[in-house]
């Protein structure tokens, strides 16, 4: 089954990361990723822009459309991972090993709908 790993983290500390930094988080997630993505069980992986690039829609009646995130919390969503994994358990301990080390969090999801992408074809 398809589990969105989504990574939720303090932008403004991201923001401040130097390069290097960025560079070691990177490559320690790749020692994670690699082997997911070698064994066809890794999907997309993305880093979002930053919170003030979004655009947020309210559905109703009248859609309200405001600038940047709805919610207004410390951590931001800055990213996600889309994982085929056994089991919930399975990717809670991916979860695990990718943060190891480090603030924020991993929020877990089933993935319900999956339609596969035609971007890129």
């Known amino acids: 089954m398809l589990y969105a790993i989504l990574c939720f983290h303090d932008e403004a500390e991201v923001d401040g990361w130097t390069r290097e930094q960025d560079d070691a988080v990177l490559a320690k997630r790749a020692k994670v ?8 069980r890794l999907g997309p992986a993305m880093r979002l ?14 859609p309200l459309v405001i600038d940047g995130p709805f ?3 410390k951590e931001q ?3 996600l991972y889309v994982v ?11 979860a695990k090993q990718l943060g190891q080390d480090e ?7 089933p993935v319900k709908l999956y339609k596969p992408s ?4």
Not at 103 to 109: D, K, P
């Open 49 to 62: 822009t930053s919170t003030p690039s979004a655009t947020s829609v309210r559905s109703g009646t009248e």
């Open 103 to 109: 603030t924020g969090g991993f929020e877990i999801r």
């Open 71 to 73: 919610a207004e919390t």
């Open 33 to 40: 990723t690699d082997p997911l993505a070698a064994a066809g």
């Open 77 to 79: 969503l800055l990213g």
């Open 118 to 121: 035609t971007i890129g074809s």
């Open 84 to 94: 085929d994994c056994e089991s919930q358990e399975d990717a809670v301990e991916i």
